[in-house]
């Protein structure tokens, strides 16, 4: 008899035990996940929403939203910051998926190629940038080619690229890094794919761009589709390539809400917490409507 | 999302390992190939290049095509205690070592729970641990830093690590998660069926099939600590210094000698790591699809 419950002891402990080996395991990482990043977010969502007890304040209150929402300065940086982000993802998925599709082939010297692809990968994107700054300002590498081969004379006639508006030197560091990125992961989704299909597809009598866009693209869309949300999210996030390389004014957003958050008047930080909430949900929003759109499509 | 058919999308896509006898590639896939090959070498080589040549650069003005005076002063300068680059890089990399340590250690459980079992709320769990890639950072980084003054832990290695590992954690998992996925449990099992016990299937079944793996994850989360800026200008609160930081000031101003030897400096671990990797990031291994699966 105490034999049985001892075996029965044993058969709970060990179903508890594998009962907590998954949260047991996700545990560390799912923590501090949520203990650094949530407990940030809902520290800035407080201030946002006008709790910021430091200076005095805890009444509840959408003022800061509203004054964010309503300037037009917003809405211009709030624009800049999405069109830069929005072509760089797209452009560097369009160009990563050309490259993959030649990188993948075998010939002579596809190894080296397929090395000197992979290089801007781990580059910091800073180094990028400092490598795009020699290459188009103008005095830059291009304007003085451009000045050798006679097409301008002064280096004022070359292109204003860096601290323009139309953001080219940043989309251009932006392209850099990120089609190295998609063009490897495409490449990874082709690799682990195998070409079945398409020699199916061939059997069956289908061209060249009737395999593209009939059995490769869809087999590549998820794929594509990953590394799209992670570009964008990151290119709409990221404060110092636009510092560096864009226009004061507008600024993109990120750079706006940190300009805010350090200045010395504390009174200005709740604001600066609300541009980067909306900066949260707007990337958000997005993102998942790209996703369903997306899933949409492929179906 | 539609591509443009300009791009190399027909004739370009056959591979000569898929092709067979009857089908070559075409003249115009030839050229399509030497034309991205070409760009590829240009847009990589000549920024890189251009780095290595402005750092020997004395005097090199407009329209020359070379300096007109060479020298070693950015150098001489980066390696003087003054310009604190050697200090960022004691600080770079003693952060990401411990940030990639750590990401390891918490990243390594979780990553083989999401990639190896099913349970219930695994969707949620994927979902929480990848909100740090798809929800910006910024307003997070603002909202510990604030926590992190009352804890004493800004201008610290340690507060400057733990803000890194908000980015690193996910990345870490996304990859390693898909590298578990892809090896699965059948080997392990099969070991622990023929008496090896739970040390001796980790040390001689899993480590050396998930070591590629982990050693590409482990090197891409000592970069993500190695790159980021803002995270650590904010919670090192300008004193705690790595190179990104000693580096953002001469970008903006005309010394672009000294930007270029910093820039030289702070890419290096970079393409040493990438020396290590490249095979398992190229086409024939597929640790790049972890990416691919969000």
């Known amino acids: ?299 | 999302m539609t591509v443009d058919t300009k791009e190399p999308a027909g004739p370009a896509a056959e591979s000569q390992e898929y092709v067979d006898v009857t089908e070559r590639p075409t003249v115009t896939a030839k050229w399509v190939r030497r034309l991205a090959v070409a760009s590829i070498a240009v847009a990589v080589g000549l920024p890189m290049l251009s780095l290595v040549v402005w750092s020997f650069a004395f005097r090199w003005n407009f329209p020359n095509l070379l300096p007109s005076e060479w020298g070693t002063q950015a150098w001489a300068y980066v390696a003087d205690d003054s310009s604190r680059v050697v200090e960022g890089l004691w600080n770079s990399t003693k952060v990401a070592v411990l940030v990639t340590l750590l990401a390891i250690i918490v990243g390594l459980p979780a990553s083989r729970a999401l990639g190896q079992h099913e349970f219930k709320g695994k969707s949620a769990v994927e979902w929480v641990l990848m909100m740090p890639i798809i929800v910006p950072a910024l307003v997070a980084t603002m909202g510990i830093h604030q926590i992190f003054i009352r804890l004493r832990l800004t201008e610290t290695l340690f507060g400057v690590a733990l803000v890194h590992l908000i980015p690193a954690i996910p990345y870490f998992v996304l990859v390693m998660a898909s590298v578990f996925a892809n090896y699965g449990t059948a080997l392990e099992e099969t070991a622990r069926t023929l008496g090896a016990n739970k040390f001796r299937v980790f040390r001689y079944v899993t480590f050396p099939a998930i070591s590629s793996g982990l050693l590409v994850a482990s090197m891409f989360t000592f970069l993500i600590s190695w790159g980021q800026y803002v995270t650590t200008l904010l919670i090192g609160g300008g004193t705690f210094v790595t190179l990104p930081l000693v580096l953002f000031p001469f970008l903006s101003g005309a010394n672009h000698a000294t930007a270029a030897a910093i820039s030289l400096v702070f890419v290096a671990p970079a393409i040493i790591v990438l020396v290590f990797t490249s095979r398992q990031l190229g086409r024939e291994s597929s640790v790049m699809g972890g990416f691919g699966r969000i």
């Open chain 1, 1 to 299: 008899m105490a034999r049985t419950t001892e075996l029965t002891d044993l058969a709970e402990r060990e179903s508890l035990r594998s009962r907590l080996k998954i949260p047991l395991m996700l545990a560390p990482a799912v923590g501090i996940v949520v203990l650094l990043f949530g407990g940030g977010i809902l520290v800035g969502l407080g201030q946002s929403l006008g709790y910021f007890p430091a200076i005095g304040l805890n009444e509840f209150t959408f003022e800061y939203y509203g004054s964010v929402l309503t300037d037009s300065n917003f809405l211009r940086s709030l624009w800049l910051t999405f069109r830069i982000a929005a072509t760089a993802t797209v452009l560097s998925s369009v160009l990563a998926v050309g490259f993959a599709l030649v990188l993948r082939q075998k010939f002579a010297g596809s190894r080296l190629a397929t090395f000197l692809f992979q290089i801007p990968l781990p580059v910091p994107h800073l180094v990028a940038a400092s490598g795009i700054i020699l290459l188009v300002t103008q005095s830059g590498l291009t304007a003085r080619l451009a000045y050798a081969l006679g097409i301008i004379d002064v280096p004022g006639d070359f292109p204003a690229m860096v601290f323009d508006e139309a953001g080219i030197a940043i989309i251009l560091t932006f392209l850099w890094k990120e089609v190295p990125f998609v063009g490897l992961v495409v490449l990874a989704v082709l690799q682990s794919v195998g070409p079945q299909y398409e020699e199916q597809a061939r059997t069956l009598g289908a061209n060249g761009r009737q395999r593209f866009f009939n059995v490769l693209l869809p087999l590549i869309m998820p794929g594509i589709m990953s590394t799209s949300i992670i570009i964008f999210a990151f290119t709409f996030a990221n404060y110092e390539i636009p510092l560096l390389l864009g226009t004061r004014f507008p600024s993109t957003l990120p750079v706006v809400a940190y300009r805010l958050y350090q200045d010395p008047d504390l009174a200005l930080r709740p604001e600066a917490m609300a541009i980067s909430i909306v900066l949260a949900i707007v990337a958000l929003l997005l993102l998942i409507a790209y996703r369903r759109l997306a899933r949409y499509a492929v179906r």
